[in-house]
């Protein structure tokens, strides 16, 4: 796949055009095989974000939801950690907050993760709750941790990587810490987003079975 306008109309727009006005995007790498990931952003419209940037915010229920764009600039002085950090000054009131991307900070793929630091500081100052990302092809969940990999129950984000949507598999190269479940299989992440806190479950496509299931609450 390279982020064409073919592809979008031939082969997303057949299986989830139909999901396509409650969707909120967040851009890959393969968006971007394609110049400036124009495609993605034409296909989609508002519902990116501002052409060209990809990040964005919004409310949830109770939940402030904040998607990025982890194939431009995220670092000290970039527009997009700017607009995290006047974002989440806003919506400071919010009790839970969940914020996603493509790749990863923290993985035991082969991608090796290490990127997204400074989001990572800006969001963990800002008790932020989850994260979720993609890239890697399988399911990992991992404990609560600081921007530095350090286990940190209290304050902690709980990151989920689930790039288990159908391309081949990948396997695990290196168990990384806080790592406590990691499954190569096809399937989603239900996530049930409460006033107070986060219900998980990892279904295998096709069975339907649940892989992973817990509960978290909000900082």
């Not at 110049?35 to 915010?57: E, R």
């Not at 009131?93 to 991608?111: D, K, L, N």
């Not at 090796?112 to 932020?128: A, E, K």
């Amino acid at each position: 796949m390279r982020g064409t306008t073919a592809e979008f109309q031939s082969c997303y727009q057949p299986r989830w055009g139909r999901h396509k006005f409650r969707t909120r995007p967040a851009p890959g790498n393969h968006e971007y095989e394609t110049a400036g990931a124009i495609p993605y952003f034409q296909y989609f419209g508002d519902l990116a974000g501002a052409f060209g940037d990809g990040f964005y915010s919004y409310s949830l229920g109770p939940w402030h939801v904040v998607s990025l764009n982890s194939s431009i600039q995220a670092t000290e002085g970039s527009p997009q950690l700017a607009f995290l950090r006047d974002d989440l000054t806003l919506n400071r009131t919010a009790r839970c907050t969940a914020v996603y991307w493509h790749h990863p900070r923290f993985t035991s793929g082969p991608s090796g993760g290490n990127v997204m630091l400074d989001v990572w500081r800006v969001l963990y100052d800002n008790n932020v709750d989850i994260v979720i990302n993609g890239h890697d092809h399988f399911y990992e969940r991992f404990a609560p941790q600081d921007p530095d990999g350090r286990s940190n129950p209290t304050l902690g984000i709980r990151e989920f990587i689930v790039g288990s949507g159908g391309a081949m598999l990948y396997p695990f190269v290196t168990m990384r810490p806080n790592s406590e479940v990691r499954i190569a299989q096809y399937g989603v992440l239900k996530l049930t987003l409460g006033p107070g806190g986060y219900e998980w479950a990892f279904v295998q496509a096709g069975t339907e079975s649940i892989l992973d299931s817990g509960t978290g609450t909000c900082h």
